[in-house]
T-cell receptor
Framework: DQQVKQNSPSLSVQEGRISILNCDYT??????FLWYKKYPAEGPTFLISISSIKDKNEDGRFTVFLNKSAKHLSLHIVPSQPGDSAVYFC????????????FGTGTRLQVTL | DAGVTQSPTHLIKTRGQQVTLRCSPK?????VSWYQQALGQGPQFIFQ???????QRGNFPDRFSGHQFPNYSSELNVNALLLGDSALYLC?????????????FGQGTRLTVV
């Protein structure tokens, strides 16, 4: 049972445009959500997170939106840069188990020139 | 700050053998988690160690075991290896007292079982 789903395995965006990566979850106990970026031959790198008490969190070019009623979150990257090309993982946890993360299957983002 | 370090980076083992993977957490972190990432999948939680005890465990058989040392470093042991154990094994560390949701990952150990 996949509790965190990323239904788009890949996404291609032109440099300078907006990248939108989507994630859905089924477990209503999740109250904290994170995005990680992964380059080949490296471990995942923490990017941005959001608590369920918020619906938006921004950090520079990265913004995460959370829609609790739809059990949906999205990561916006504006403007997209070639260095953003990587696999992006959505992850979720709950306060009771903190850093035990449940990951989606990832979306490969390619930013083209 | 060296971050999370794992060793070895690559390993090839034969079915039925046993393997030990090692991890040193990020400075200031005392909680260590292990994840398995199969090809084309997201990382899957194996277990977590805090204060030298296994605190949480994912849906993995008893063939997977671990240990945490007083200096917070950790080992992952897998017995009776199966072909399906071939994966990238990731170690992650996080803030003390399990207060932090964010986990910081090492570069992983690529295990191939033949």
């Amino acid at each position: 049972d996949q509790q965190v789903k990323q239904n788009s395995p890949s996404l291609s965006v032109q440099e300078g445009r907006i990248s939108i990566l989507n994630c859905d979850y089924t477990n209503s106990m999740f109250d904290y959500f994170l995005w990680y970026k992964k380059y080949p031959a490296e471990g995942p790198t923490f990017l941005i997170s959001i608590s369920s008490i918020k619906d938006k969190n921004e950090d520079g070019r990265f913004t995460v939106f959370l829609n609790k009623s739809a059990k949906h979150l999205s990561l916006h990257i504006v403007p997209s840069q070639p260095g953003d090309s990587a696999v992006y993982f959505c992850a979720a946890s709950n306060t009771g188990t903190a850093s035990k993360l449940t990951f989606g299957t990832g979306t490969r983002l390619q930013v083209t020139l | 700050d060296a971050g999370v370090t794992q060793s070895p980076t690559h390993l090839i083992k034969t079915r039925g053998q046993q393997v030990t993977l090692r991890c040193s957490p990020k400075s200031g972190h005392d909680t260590v988690s292990w994840y398995q990432q199969a090809l084309g999948q997201g990382p899957q939680f194996i277990f977590q160690y805090y204060e030298e005890e296994e605190r949480q465990r994912g849906n993995f058989p008893d063939r997977f075991s671990g240990h945490q040392f007083p200096n917070y470093s950790s080992e992952l042991n897998v017995n009776a290896l199966l072909l399906g154990d071939s994966a990238l094994y990731l170690c992650a560390s996080s803030l003390p007292n399990m207060l932090g949701h964010e986990a910081f990952f090492g570069q992983g150990t690529r295990l191939t079982v033949v």
